[in-house]
């Protein structure tokens, strides 16, 4: 009866061990996984600052032309309003 018993404890204790070896060997797939996922994520926000600095740019520069645009044209119409008046 003793033997009996402690082979039970013995083949419960064994599985338990496999159990445990297999969840600790998912749980390092899953965070490696999970990592992947991160590295995925944080790409694509790279990604999507890039898209948005590049936009930001864009702007900045049709402004900047704009502005230099404005600048001749002021200059012209003091230009001329000067002659006129002058």
Known sequence: ??????????AQRSLLEHKI???ES???E??????KLEEAEQH????????????VDQRFYRLKDFGELLM????KLL?????RHG
């Open 44 to 55: 694509v926000m790279v990604d999507h600052l890039e898209d948005c600095l590049a936009e």
């Open 1 to 10: 009866m003793f033997d009996r018993q402690l082979e039970q404890l013995h």
């Open 79 to 83: 230009h001329r309003h000067k002659y």
């Open 21 to 23: 070896v297999q969840l």
């Open 72 to 75: 001749v044209d002021l200059k």
């Open 26 to 28: 998912t749980l390092v």
């Open 30 to 35: 899953m965070k490696f996984e999970l990592q």
